[in-house]
């Protein structure tokens, strides 16, 4: 019988990927949509595109009876989550896709800028980045979803630096983004006429907020603290990021440390040494697509990574964990081919 | 158990199409894959995106051993398939993505400018939109896709033909078609520098192909000749065809024939009186989106009609009509929903 | 002497397009630039493509001495420009890019919902489309500039009624749009993620307000009533408005009218017969392009046209309207070709 | 009197970009344009959005008379221009857009792989990047524009170097480059669907050929190999390049030695620090906007150069160097504003 599943904050990109593999998942059904603003409104009339399903109508959270619901996606703007998922019952599992439980309480501070309103609760939440925390992931009740860069770059650098390939001093990490990833809110720079024909960066010079999860994810690695160099670019296209990471090391130990690492993983495609992926080539999917190539300079390597930021860096994963959390297979659902052209 | 399939010109946009979605069909397996100019690729090196699935290497059509087939599709250009289904073995269910077996032998050769080679086949072969051609196409050796934009007019078209709820004398339907329609092979004006940033017509003038299916479709339906105004425009969109077809009939009488004609259709949604659907909600999708509105002229009526090219308008319809030649249940693998944004 | 220009309203997309042709024109230099919004910010702060350029800062109109100015344009959303134009020194030419002053009292309150707060500037307002009112706008104090859609379609059409040579009661004309035509106001529906890959119509079924300029300048060139079906739709380019107008008469006729009606104009090019325009050719530019193919149905044409929504259809025709009302030639700063791609 | 200018190669984007240039610069005409395959067309066949312009038919080389030629541009492929430079008159000015004669005879070996064939030109050539070799371009017979990447990274770098303020063996560089710089040819990455959605990296590695301008640059002025990071990915827009440059050195002095060095160029504008500039800002002009930001990590700095790959990485550099050439002012005809959007 498949799990009941609550989603909030559903009025959103990210909610409208989860009801969308969602609507192809046997192992899931929707129970409850909820999206505070437009509690009222039918999914049809937020996302037309998803019109052709039966789902329930958009309401409150308040309105939302819990006791029937197996786990509830959390996807609101960062910040609303805390006290939310405080008030939920406790025997709800919950997936955060948002930042709140990403961080320990005192860096949540640093990079968000307020107290984080539900500090009791982190010790229970479990970074959501499946292919490194898949063990502890299938008996937890709060998963916090990875940022969509994080894992984007987490992909490509986790096992160079456990692997001690690389020099931890000198990584820099230049990101490609698609537009999607800051969310259907309404900001100048976001309409089509600044956007389209353009590439700019953003937050440049380390001030990405998702440099508190790197922070906390390579230094426990390393054991020491690491400091990545990190600028992500709008480009213009609905999905997808693309990392294109620039390390010092040994490219084709690196090659292998990869090629290792995610043989038997199966969202997680390491291309033959030399080959460079695309991001037009995980769009709309839950993969990951890697590479490597070395330099003319001796001691160089580039790591290129790519997935969709809707998809695998976001619904996709959050939709994996859930999978774990609820017993189902880590796939099911997820299966879905990348849409080319 | 899984019918055996094969894609005969799997190096097309169609073809891989057809490859993800029978990707996630539980009632097809691909036995096999071919591309003349490209045997002995795999497949992950012509379309990467397809890289996480395990499938057979590209062959020419010479070395797949039929016997173990179960359909073929045909996703060739046009005047290639007849040759090459009339030496197919006879017992083997075809289902051919392209033009060769649409038309009658005569109409034919006035829209392609060359004699039929395989007029033999024709009296068999039916026309594959499914929609209308249900029950025919379950008994069918042979199927005959559609044209893309020739089924995006049609299901605007047809009932309200059938009906007699329009003038027939002055249909007037406008196209934006996005650019995989044209395919993968080369010619300067897809470049993207040239397609980009512009809109631009094409065939005008009643010289578009299509007209082929619709003077013989809209003739049948309303027992003499109906010539239709028709004129494609290439948008920028990669997926995508929206027909704006504007009739003179009671637009209430109009919408009232399309929502009760695809009251029961899986694949067929009308929108409300008034709303009109948008080429964006039905991407990656096997779904048409109809709508209707009146003028402040009377007597006037606009239809909308959007559909994805490569899917429903092709390899989505193309696999509909597969599932009901192999006795599977008719939306079998196809209802994924639209990939939005 | 160059004269003093100020541009009233200059935050927004035309007023930028005015700055950017200003830059260039050798008889205009711009001595104030207002935002009300932004007053007390440059001109690269809010457009820093042309930060290159030595500007006034912005300020609120309040703030502009209007002894030293030659001409103003006005480029403020529909409504804003009646009171103010009402208010501003009555021997300063005055050039209107907004809705305000293009119909009748009574049609703009039918058009625009509200009555017009400045009837008695109306009957001296004159009609923007410089190639059929240019007597008259050489003497004007206040120039009315069109619609951007209005102009393009109305290049098409005014020497076809006005000969006398198509239907009256049969006018279709569809309309793509790029998206700058809709500003830079924040819209859910103008995001790039919601645009991008996406065509849709708006405001169909008769219902578009410019329509309210096809009425009064159709009817009263055809000496009748004149109601034309028009149905814009949205595609993802910035730049462009495409209009296929489907006719009925005789194509080589209305061609040699085009072509007559235009062989002397520097800004519209009629192509060869059966030529059809692209999009992609006029952008940026001041050029409008025009082209007539006939139908195999018999007595029918397809006109297109096609112009820059912000260049001829908005601040480039009112830089020429300018060049008149102030006595310069016609053309100056107007002839830049189009970017292309 | 106007100097009389040859285009050779006028059927490329950069033949089309300095027809576009010349049109409005009063001080060139355009006497003869060739393009060997497109001969006896004219340029509005291969570019409809010139067909305003009066221009000669296009030819063949041979057809060309150079008595009354005063400079030529060069506008064809890679290997072309050494045998064509050779041929024509001595005392014809020629400025080359290839990369025929940017690189010693060794070093165009070593990139290019065929030996130079016509080294003895080489001598008198200058390399074009005006801002830096401007003294040597007004005397010069022959100049050979840069790369557009190469144009775009020294922008950024040339000060640092020479200044000695960043570490010369940590510099990276990542590039995303518009999409028109692959220029006309059939291409299958090239298509539309191809692009569009898509951001991949190419040459990656140190496998560009703008490798070898690089490094014969930037060792000069550091009289020591320097050999860079340079990885550029090709992104959806049609014109521009934003290159993202990583170094190591302290960002107020990179910033200020920037700020110094281009305070009274007219084509480069320094933002302030920590303002980082942006590809649409630039697209259509000839001008380069350049930003500083420092980073959290003490001792990085992050240098932003962008600028339009056609235009000054390419035609406007070339009618640049072409105006010193013959005695023009260095800005004529290049004023035109960035057009955006």
Redesign the interface.
């Known amino acids: 019988m498949a799990a009941n599943i609550a989603i909030l904050g559903a009025s959103g990109?990210t909610g409208?990927e989860l009801?969308?593999l969602i609507?192809?998942h046997p192992g899931m059904r929707i129970a409850a949509l909820t999206a505070d603003r437009k509690a009222g409104q039918s999914m049809a009339q937020v996302?037309?595109?998803?019109?052709?399903?039966d789902l329930p109508t958009l309401s409150t959270i308040e309105q939302v009876d819990f006791s029937g619901i197996d786990l509830a996606f959390v996807a609101l703007p960062h910040g609303l989550s805390q006290a939310l998922v405080k008030g939920l019952p406790r025997d709800l599992k919950v997936v955060d896709l948002g930042a709140d439980f990403r961080l320990s309480p005192e860096a949540y501070e640093t990079w968000y800028g307020q107290p984080h309103a539900a500090p009791e609760l982190q010790p229970e939440a479990v970074y959501g980045l499946t292919e490194f925390y898949r063990d502890r992931i299938k008996g937890a009740r709060l998963v916090a979803g990875t940022g969509c860069n994080a894992a984007t770059v987490q992909f490509a650098l986790r096992p160079l630096i456990e692997g001690k390939l690389i020099d931890l001093d000198?990584i820099?990490c230049?990101l490609?983004n698609g537009?999607?990833g800051?969310g259907?809110s309404?900001?100048?720079n976001?309409?089509?006429?600044?956007?389209?024909?353009?590439?700019?960066?953003y937050s440049?010079?380390?001030?990405h907020r998702h440099?508190g999860e790197f922070d906390q994810e390579f230094s426990a690695l390393a054991g020491r603290d690491v400091?990545i160099?990190f600028?992500p670019?709008l480009?213009?296209?609905?999905?997808?990021i693309?990392a294109?990471v620039?390390v010092k090391g040994d490219a084709q130990a690196v090659h292998a440390a990869l090629a290792a690492r995610y043989a038997d993983e199966p969202?997680c495609?390491v291309?033959p040494f030399?080959e460079?992926?695309?991001?037009?080539?995980?769009?709309?999917?839950n993969?990951v697509?890697l590479g490597v190539?070395?330099?003319?300079?001796t001691g160089?390597a580039?790591v290129?990574s790519t997935l969709d930021n809707l998809n695998k860096g976001s619904s996709g994963q959050a939709v994996q964990n859930a999978n774990l959390m609820l017993g189902l297979p880590e796939t099911e659902g997820l299966?879905?081919?990348?849409?080319?052209?």
Chains 1, 2, 3, 4 share one sequence.
């Open positions: 990109y409208a009801v969308r609507a192809t996302f037309p595109h998803l019109r052709h399903l000198d820099v230049d490609k537009v999607s800051a259907r309404l900001k100048e976001m309409l089509f006429a600044e956007r389209s024909e353009d590439v700019a960066g440049q010079g380390g001030k440099l400091r160099i600028t670019h480009v213009p296209v609905n999905r997808g693309l294109s620039y969202f495609i291309l030399g460079l992926p695309a991001m037009a080539h995980v769009q709309g999917s993969f697509h190539t070395g330099d003319r300079v160089r580039l290129v299966m879905l081919a990348p849409v080319f052209p």
